[in-house]
């Protein structure tokens, strides 16, 4: 008989906004701080805002200029690479209960426990075994955090999403049984792990309005509606996941790719928007041979200015040989870049991704390949990585680099598209 499984699912309340208030020596449930880079513009969004602040209606992902100017705010430059620091503090602190296998880290903030096999061993219950990590989190670092219980992975997420934060304890439990009793009629349903804005205006259109209302409707109809998603939603309408944090561990995706993007700061025409693409290829190219990877083949997406009504352009192109050769990859990604970007139209966004990536061990070659001169780039390339890694990435650079409309110097400044604080 399959044994029932008890998760926790831990998240640190405000997080970032909490880690700037710990390092300035302030209380982050009573401070009013957003974290937000003010040097770009007032219409930069925050990263994250205090309790206080929301507290106050203020929505946690808004713009600068929606706080209200009569408000006495800190406004903290965000520092990425200080709250990844934070962060493996925190899953350190979480090793100290669960063994790794046992862990499923869903986010910088956020994490997924099974706690099935430890409660007998601590001689706890889950609420318990929660309360001592929560304290143990709060007294290392200064970090408040908030939990969810579930008898799965998909009710311990709706447990801290939905039931924690009107609990005195931050804690929620649910089982299947309370969670068709409680939040059966819960409204809205976007408040619900998985259920985005396009399926909610999708079940309405059928006077589909609660998770009892999707658990009560016809599944044929819920498979015209939505093909194959729908199994997933009609198993959460009625509190199931049969996932497991093993099945997470040992899931291996039948394709690998990396990928970078970037939201400019302002308009860039058609020659500046393939200089930050050239930089983008090269970066990325690097990336590649830092992890023993090579790729054949590569898209692009190009987003053009807001001011104009434009489709993004898209399209991919087939790499001569499978490699992660910087000259190679960069005379593709222009040929694919000519290929399909409008040059009358101001560029704003652009993703870049390398697909089909697998271990340079089986890199392949043309007629027209010459190994030799691959061998000298890449020599120059691990030589370039090392300097990076040893002085900082903007330690040695390429010519492009420093023309006008260069990002790669500030980009190297950042982390996930934030200042790291370095």
Same mark, same amino acid.
Request: glycine residues 6%; proline residues 2%; contains cysteine.
């Given at each position: ?22 390092? *300035? ?51 903290? /430059?965000? *520092? ?68 969810? @219980? ?51 205006? *999708? ?125 190679? @990859? ?51 390339? /691990? ?27 500030? *980009? ?11």
């Amino acid at each position: 008989m399959k044994k029932d499984r008890t998760y926790i699912c831990i998240d640190l309340k405000s997080f970032y906004a909490s880690v700037e208030c710990v390092e *300035r020596g302030l209380d982050p449930l009573t401070t009013n701080l957003a974290v937000a880079d003010a040097e770009r513009t007032e219409k930069t969004i925050c990263l994250a805002i205090t309790p206080s602040l929301k507290a106050m209606g203020i929505p946690n992902r808004c713009r600068l200029f929606q706080i209200p100017k009569h408000l006495d705010f800190i406004t903290a /430059k965000p *520092r990425m690479q200080l709250y990844i620091e934070y962060s493996a503090n925190i899953y350190a602190i979480y090793l100290k209960y669960v063994d790794k296998d046992d862990i499923h880290v869903y986010s910088i903030d956020e994490a997924f426990l099974d706690v099935t096999d430890y409660l007998a061993m601590y001689q706890m219950t889950a609420q318990e075994l929660a309360v001592k990590i929560m304290q143990d989190v709060m007294d290392t670092t200064g970090i408040t955090a908030t939990c969810g @219980i579930g008898t799965n992975l998909y009710l311990a997420k709706i447990a801290l999403d939905i039931t924690a934060k009107h609990l005195d304890d931050h804690i929620g439990f649910l089982d299947e049984e309370t969670y068709c009793k409680t939040l059966w009629n819960h409204k809205p349903l976007s408040d619900f792990w998985r259920v985005g804005a396009g399926t909610v205006k *999708r079940l309405e259109k059928y006077g589909i309005f609660t998770m009892k209302d999707i658990a009560q409707t016809e599944e044929d109809l819920l498979y015209r509606i939505f093909g194959i998603d729908a199994e997933l939603l009609i198993d959460h309408a009625w509190g199931r996941e049969t996932t497991t944090i093993a099945d997470i561990k040992a899931f291996k995706p039948k394709h690998n790719s990396i990928g970078s993007g970037q939201v400019l700061g302002c308009d860039y025409d058609y020659e500046k928007g393939k200089l930050i693409i050239k930089e983008m290829a090269d970066l990325l190219c690097l990336e590649l041979l830092d992890k023993g990877l090579v790729t054949d083949s590569i898209s692009l997406q190009i987003g053009y200015s807001n001011q104009e009504n434009h489709e993004h352009s898209r399209g991919s192109i087939k790499v001569r040989i499978t490699t992660n050769s910087a000259k190679v @990859i960069r005379e593709a990604v222009e040929e694919l870049y000519d290929r399909i970007v409008d040059r009358n139209c101001p560029i704003r966004r652009a993703y870049l991704s390398y697909n089909n990536v697998i271990d340079e061990a089986y890199q392949e070659y043309d007629l027209f390949t010459d190994p030799a001169e691959l061998e000298r780039e890449r020599k120059i390339q /691990k030589a370039m990585l090392d300097i990076k890694k040893k002085f900082g990435k903007n330690a040695i650079l390429k010519g492009m680099n420093l023309e006008e409309g260069s990002t790669t110097i500030e *980009r190297n400044k950042q982390i996930g598209g934030h200042r790291s604080g370095d």
